[in-house]
Antibody, heavy 118, light 108 residues
Framework: QITLKESGPTLVKPTQTLTLTCTFA??????????VTWVRQPPGKAPEWLGF???????AYSPSLKNRLTITKDTSKNLVVLTLTNLEAVDTGTYYC??????????WGQGTQVIVSS | YVLTQPPSVSVAPGQTATITCGGR??????VHWYQQRPDHAPVVVVH???VRPSGIPERISGSKSGSAATLSVSRVEAGDEADYYC????????????FGGGTRLTVL
């Protein structure tokens, strides 16, 4: 059974850097074809794709965020890390990681809430 | 790339809800659908245009024409009340993965 769980700070100040961790079980990010994605959802809005990382270190980022966003993995610890710099209020929302199945996402983690406020 | 969904759809219990997802050349793309209940993560209910994952009731189905993808929920129940999002993976666009704006299904 594949499970993912996000963790990190709930409240972050503007201009600070956000670091979120996705801890997963049930698969290995060193296995061929395996990937994990990050998606966020502002309150009351649709999900927004942020980026992904694959077993072979292939990565892609949303063009609107790629100057601020980095996704890395630690295969030995079964985790993926999202780093988002120079936070603004518009970065407020629930952040999810999810397992990539060809070109859709299942399952998703439960999500972690991030509030950007001074 | 933009996916357009109606903001809301309302149906009475037992009726059929139809949710559309429009996008340029969507007929050439593979469409996936997610259901999101309040305070829960999205769950895929249809993938690859019309494939239902195990555990998703047969009342939920997907289809696609050249101009739009459609999610249908027949014999609607109170438990179907949720937000529904379509999604495509568009490697020809800068935005590799795109979600629709979402449709709130309300059961009257």
């Amino acid at each position: 059974q594949i499970t993912l769980k996000e963790s990190g700070p709930t409240l972050v100040k503007p201009t600070q850097t956000l670091t979120l961790t996705c801890t997963f079980a049930g698969f290995s990010l060193s296995s061929y074809g395996v990937g994990v994605t990050w998606v966020r959802q502002p309150p009351g809005k649709a999900p927004e794709w942020l980026g992904f990382i694959y077993w072979n270190e292939e990565k892609a980022y949303s063009p609107s965020l790629k100057n601020r966003l980095t996704i890395t993995k630690d295969t030995s610890k079964n985790l993926v890390v999202l780093t988002l710099t120079n936070l603004e209020a518009v970065d407020t929302g629930t952040y999810y990681c999810a397992y990539i199945v060809s070109d859709y996402f299942a399952p998703w983690g439960q999500g972690t809430q991030v509030i950007v406020s001074s | 790339y933009v996916l357009t969904q109606p903001p809301s759809v309302s149906v009475a219990p037992g009726q059929t809800a139809t949710i559309t997802c429009g996008g340029r050349n969507i007929g050439s793309k593979t469409v996936h659908w997610y259901q999101q209940r309040p305070d829960h993560a999205p769950v895929v209910v249809v993938h690859d245009d019309n494939v239902r994952p195990s555990g998703i009731p047969e009342r939920i189905s997907g289809s696609k024409s050249g101009s739009a993808a459609t999610l249908s929920v027949s014999r609607v129940e109170a438990g179907d009340e949720a937000d529904y999002y379509c999604q495509v993976w568009d490697s020809t666009s800068e935005h590799v993965v795109v979600f629709g704006g979402g449709t709130r299904l309300t059961v009257l």
